[in-house]
């Protein structure tokens, strides 16, 4: 009698919540869910969820269903139901075909209770075993029950949706919202709790159920601030690659579109890590590595760690870029992706190039580029001096030899207009999960290749040195080619074997012309092309120890190359060629990388309220590179009468260099080329204390040992080496509110170091810009003392809304400034210690589900964040640049980003509309005038997609949708502007 009075009470609880005329499908094979099918309800297809279900809305009559796996008919059926019944549907997968179970029922008006069961497992993280007196509650049915000795439950309760807390006095909480229960069917609930309060439902058959793996749930997690940008996220919002998705961080923007800069911070104060190991650069000038390089289709995920934890390179001040490749699949995966693109301006229209190789067109120059076997070996690859002193008679080098050197180089310089094509992708990847008797086995591949046009348009300068207007245009190809393969055994020993090869190859023409500065007219063209490549191996292990000690390990190999064959630029000044301008640059960077390190990981339960994680490891780093750069010009021979004003390639004709008109020079400098390695072992320990879930403290420091050597093969003087040992100690907390709301706070000190060819006694020249780059032996290693402060609140598990706080103390900065030299040298840039910088900020970031409805759901995220800082220039620098104070540079006040998306079940779609912001930023430093700026802007895209059926995805993408203008300034005046243009894509994926 008890039972039937408390089975009607909460019967008339979910009666009252439930919706009449609606029908619940759950699908099964072999007792466990099934996601992998759709299923059609009078013409309304849904794709059956994870845990096996579906819903639809009905009306009264007869109901027609059919079901489809993969796209092939799985079985269909009708059933009979009126507007006021509902119908509970339990599909049992049998040799590919559906068996229907069919319940009709209205709500509230049952003769008596059907009943369903909930059961399941709760387990701990830290001790493998059973939850024993965890409390299971209805809510607002009074009825709850305990985990027996083995931690199983079980609950018995009428068909319906229920809300149910599950409550444990030193594993914390979790809610579960809306959990099914079928008539006469079990719903299993398994929850993995950990005694920190963090639970993961590793399981659970019911509709809005948990999902511990969102980047909600990770930055929550964490023990320290972080963003996280999931494999989801990154398919949502369409980024192309790294660079592109971390834009969309609270605090973050790019530079160049391939470098980050993080609350203010440029490259020497972020440390980047892929899959935990350091990675070599493509730029000769810096540390950091270009994130462009890494394309979304790879990655897993990516972390943006923002305060400093003792088991995370010393530099990172302004945050650590933490990249995870994609790891084993859950299972089989055959997937095939195209796509077409189009930019508004220039795609079928005619844009500036000139000839190139036959392979191009994959990313690889076919020789065409390369320096003549009989020059290089001539002038010892364009060693300074090479070609010595030139006569007629008794001399190493004729007029008639070093004439005819020219003649040795392809006499290609003119540009040429081409037909820009519509932009193409292809993308393939396998996968599968195989079972064994001693545990399992998996791998996936993938390959892709892309190509784009893109230029510049409506482009012109009008800066101090004149006024220009200029075209340009690039021609990228990206490849990617990505293995993994590893096993997982049952004691949970994991292994993984990751192996990457990253392509970028672009093709670069710019034709400028005007008037300088001096009256002159000036017309100068450029042809440039670079490769960029990234080859990574990498293995990792994972071990539990004797009761639940964890060790961690890695080894990784890896190359990066920079590919630059006869970059070729030159000048007609009057209309007239300006010799001394011609060159014809060759560098290759070749860096190799070995990065290997070791975590071990151990727990202490004092008694059930406190508990304390040793975390403890070392890593070594080893970084060798080797720069190889040689430049070739001409010089005019005056006894000789050739008009100067004849195309180039007339001029270079056999006809005149048989009258030696013109001579081959080397114009290498010494410190063209050099050799560097980059050395560091670190070893760390940290302590987390976590008091009864409520509070955790976590103190530790870092001991990093680094030393930096630079040399010159061509030079004896201009040699420099850099080595320090410095402790970095952090400390930091966390209080747990409650379950919605939590405080961080953290102190530390982290620091930067001096890049590779900014310890030069000598100069070097930028390979994007030209700059001239004086060394400066004498920088020093800036110290920088944090203080971090975020508070959280969290709605739900994907939704949230946080505010930080930061401020970062820099002693000595090292800093871009102009040099203290003349003439055209007074145009370059050299590095310098300023005396101090202080950042300060504030970032808002926010994700709110705004519309929850039978067929749409809407979500509204973003974030906000204001940055302020101020470098004290030192002495000299006061004096060159003419000001005492500036801020950072790359340092924007305001940045934010706004993302709008909306979902339709019925028929499987999605929109996002994203918008990103940034201020402006110093793009240049100057002497006594005027800083050069970026001016900020706005970029709004728009990506829709679409499941046109269970094996098939439409993607549509519309970027930079109002055509946002880029623009420098100086003074208030705009000294530089172009167009990029609107570029849109269609994309389609293919599940086999």
Request: aromatic fraction near 10%; glycine fraction near 10%; proline fraction near 3%.
């Amino acid at each position: 009698m008890k039972r039937n009075l408390l089975a009607g009470f909460i019967a008339a609880i979910s009666a009252s919540g439930a919706l009449a005329g609606e029908a619940v499908f759950y699908v099964t094979e072999q007792g466990q869910p099934v996601d992998t099918l759709s299923i059609t309800v009078n013409g309304d297809r849904k794709l059956v969820g994870k845990n096996g279900f579906a819903s639809f809305e009905l009306g009264g009559g007869t109901h027609q269903v059919e079901l489809s796996e993969f796209g092939q008919w799985a079985g269909e059926f009708e059933f009979d139901a009126s507007a006021q019944q509902n119908a509970e549907i339990q599909v049992e997968m049998i040799g590919g075909e559906a068996v229907p179970e069919i319940s009709v029922y209205t709500p509230g008006q049952e003769e008596a209770p059907v009943y369903g069961q909930i059961s399941g497992y709760i387990e701990s993280d830290e001790t493998g075993g059973g939850v024993e007196g965890a409390t299971i509650t209805v809510a607002g049915a009074g009825v709850s029950v305990q985990t027996d000795g083995e931690g199983y439950y079980e609950l018995e309760l009428p068909r319906g949706e229920y809300n149910l807390s599950i409550e444990h006095p030193t594993y914390g909480a979790r809610d579960i919202s809306d959990l099914r229960v079928i008539g006469n069917y079990a719903t299993a609930m398994n929850v993995n709790m950990s005694m920190s309060g963090d639970s993961a439902i590793e399981e659970v058959v019911a509709v809005g159920s948990y999902i511990p793996s969102t980047a909600t749930a990770q930055q929550r997690d964490s023990s320290a601030v972080l963003n996280a940008i999931g494999s989801e996220q990154l398919a949502r919002f369409g980024d192309s690659n790294a660079a592109s998705a971390l834009k969309r961080v609270a605090g973050v923007s790019l530079v160049g579109g391939q470098y980050a800069v993080v609350r203010g911070l440029q490259g020497r104060y972020i440390s980047s890590t892929l899959n935990g190991a350091s990675m070599p650069s493509t730029n000769p000038m810096k540390r950091d590595v270009p994130l462009d390089l890494f394309p979304s289709s790879v990655l897993k995920g990516i972390e943006i760690q923002k305060s400093y934890t003792p088991d995370l390179p010393g530099d990172t001040t302004g945050g650590a870029i933490r990249m995870t490749t994609k790891g084993l699949p859950a299972g089989y995966t055959n997937k095939l992706s195209l796509s077409v693109g189009a930019n508004s301006q220039i795609t079928g229209k005619d844009v500036i190039s000139y000839d190139g190789g036959d392979t191009d067109s994959l990313g690889f120059d076919d020789g065409t580029r390369e320096v003549p076997s009989s020059v290089a070996s001539i002038t010892n690859d364009g060693a300074p001096g090479a070609l010595g002193d030139r006569c007629e008679i008794g001399c190493e080098f004729s007029f008639d030899d070093v004439s005819s050197y020219i003649g040795e180089f392809e006499n290609n310089y003119n540009s040429k207009q081409v037909t820009a094509k519509p932009n193409v992708g292809f993308a393939y990847s396998y996968g599968d999960l195989i079972e064994s008797t001693s545990g399992d086995f998996g791998y996936y591949g993938a390959i892709q290749y892309s190509s784009k046009w893109s230029s510049r348009e409506n482009a012109y300068i009008d800066d101090m040195g004149g006024q220009f207007d200029y075209e340009r245009s690039k021609y990228n190809i990206d490849l990617t080619a990505y293995l993994a393969a590893g096993m997982e055994t049952f004691d949970g020993t994991l292994l993984n074997s990751k192996t990457i090869l990253l392509r970028k190859s672009d093709d670069t023409t710019r034709f400028e012309t005007g008037v300088d500065d001096e009256g002159i007219t000036v017309d100068e063209l450029t042809l440039q092309w670079v490769e960029r490549q990234l080859i990574s191996q990498q293995f990792s292990g994972s071990h539990t120890i004797g009761d639940g000690d964890q060790l961690d390990w890695r080894i990784g190999l890896s190359q990066s190359n920079r590919y630059e064959p006869d970059r070729r630029t030159y000048q007609y000044r009057n209309k007239t060629l300006a010799p001394a301008t011609l060159e014809r640059r060759f560098s290759e960077l070749t860096e190799n990388a070995i990065d290997m390190g070791a975590d071990m990981q151990h727990e202490f339960y004092f008694n059930d309220m406190v508990s304390m994680t040793l975390k403890y490891g070392a890593m070594l780093s080893i970084k060798d590179r080797e720069v190889d750069l040689s430049r070739y010009g001409v010089d005019k021979n005056n006894n000789v009468s050739v008009p100067n004003n004849s195309d180039l390639e007339v001029l270079l004709s056999e006809d005149n260099l048989d009258q030696n008109a013109y001579f081959l020079a080397t114009r290498t400098t010494d410190t063209d080329s050099y050799d560097a390695q980059d050395e560091m072992f670190a070893t760390y320990v940290s302590s987390e204390f976590d008091i009864n879930g409520e509070y955790k403290i976590l103190a530790g420091a870092r001991l990093e040992d680094s030393n930096q050597e630079l040399t010159y093969p061509n030079s004896n003087n201009a040699d420099s080496e850099l080595s320090a040992t410095e402790v970095l100690p952090v400390l930091s907390g966390t209080w747990v509110a409650n379950e919605q709301l939590q405080f961080r706070l953290g102190v530390s000190n982290t620091l930067a170091r001096p890049g590779l060819t900014e310890l030069s006694e000598s100069s070097t020249y930028d390979p994007e810009t030209d700059d001239e780059l004086f060394g400066n032996p004498d920088l020093e290693i800036s110290n920088i003392t944090n203080l971090d402060l975020r508070t959280e609140y969290y709605f739900s598990e994907d939704e949230n809304i946080s505010v930080a706080v930061f401020s970062k103390s820099i002693d000595k900065p090292i800093e871009k400034s102009v040099p203290n030299a003349s003439g055209s040298s007074a145009d370059g840039f050299t590095y310098v210690n300023s005396d101090s910088a202080d950042v300060f900020g504030v970032e808002l970031d926010f994700r709110k589900n705004i519309f929850n409805g039978e067929d749409w759901t809407g979500f509204l995220s973003g974030n906000f964040a204001w940055v302020d800082s101020e470098v004290e220039l030192n002495a000299q620098s006061k004096q060159l640049e003419g000001r005492d104070t500036r801020q950072l540079q790359g340092q924007s006040e305001i940045i934010g980003n706004l993302q709008l998306g909306f979902d339709q079940f019925s028929n499987a779609q999605s929109i996002t509309l994203l918008v990103n912001y940034f201020d402006d930023r110093i793009d240049k430093v100057t002497r006594n005038v005027d800083l050069e700026m970026e001016k900020g802007r706005t970029v709004i895209d728009l990506v829709h997609s679409w499941d046109v059926s269970d094996t098939m995805t439409l993607k549509t993408k519309f970027n930079n949708i109002t055509d946002s203008k880029v623009e420098y300034s100086q003074g208030g005046r705009i000294i530089e502007s172009y167009e990029e243009g609107i570029e849109a894509s269609v994309g389609i994926d293919w599940i086999f």
